[in-house]
């Protein structure tokens, strides 16, 4: 069974800086892994999607790194935002091909101006 | 630029009462998904559907819980008779195709059961 695990669990910074979000699965076997931004009492939107073949996806300021064989991605978050402020979630994609994610608690992420 | 629309935005029912819950997917999407989160807890798979059948479900979904696709627009998650715990925020996505494409996500339904 899947499980996802993000570190760390929040984190403030202050406005400029570059960040590193972590997420590990347990199953390497996995189509895709794809990172979400949720605003609270909001819907998901998808930031980022890399597929098994890929190594890292990169859009703006946010760049993703997948490393299948060892169960882990990295969303990296260049010169922070207060606008940047939200929780973070990465959703591995299973083999069963039915597209199915299973989300991490995420991480939620303060920038202070 | 089109998106997932899901209604209604907050649905308050009481206990044992049959509920739906509305979604117009992305309308080139061949693929739809619900999902639920329960405050403060992990966003949870609960269904895809393609083609007009479930393609996979969750434990969580067990005999309670219904999906149909009723026209060329709407898909739409049931459950029979509530429970308590069934109150939660449950999202809809839609994707293309399978195993290669992003999901996209509908700003939810909080299901309020009393």
């Known amino acids: 069974k899947q499980e996802v695990t993000q570190i760390p669990a929040a984190l403030s910074v202050p406005e400029g800086e570059n960040l590193v979000l972590n997420c590990s699965f347990t199953?390497?076997?996995?189509?895709?892994l794809q990172w979400f931004r949720q605003d609270p009492g909001k819907g998901l939107t998808s930031l980022l999607l890399?597929?098994?073949?890929?190594r890292e996806q990169t859009s703006g300021r946010l760049n993703a790194s997948l490393d299948k064989s060892s169960g882990r991605s990295t969303l990296y978050i260049a010169a922070s935002q207060p606008g940047d402020s939200a929780t973070y979630l990465c959703?591995?994609?299973?083999?069963?091909?039915?597209?199915?994610?299973?989300f991490g608690q995420g991480t939620t992420l303060q920038v202070k101006p | 630029e089109p998106e997932v629309t899901q209604t209604p935005s907050h649905q308050v029912t009481q206990m044992g009462q049959e509920v739906i819950l509305r979604c117009v997917p992305i309308?080139?999407?061949?693929?739809f998904y619900w999902y639920r989160q329960i405050l403060g807890q992990k966003v949870e798979f609960l269904v895809s559907?393609?083609?007009?059948?479930?393609?996979?479900k969750s434990e969580i979904f067990d005999d309670q819980f219904s999906v149909e696709r009723p026209d060329g627009s709407n898909f739409t998650l049931k459950i029979r008779s509530t429970k308590l715990e069934d109150s939660a925020m449950y999202f809809c996505?839609?994707?293309?195709?399978?195993?290669?494409?992003?999901?996209?996500f509908g700003p939810g339904t909080r299901l309020t059961v009393l």
């Open positions: 959703a591995p994609e299973g083999s069963s091909n039915t597209g199915k994610l299973i």
């Open positions: 559907f393609y083609n007009n059948e479930i393609s996979e």
């Open positions: 996505a839609s994707s293309e195709s399978v195993a290669s494409d992003t999901q996209y």
């Open positions: 199953d390497s076997a996995i189509y895709n």
């Open positions: 309308s080139n999407h061949l693929y």
């Open positions: 890399i597929q098994s073949s890929q």
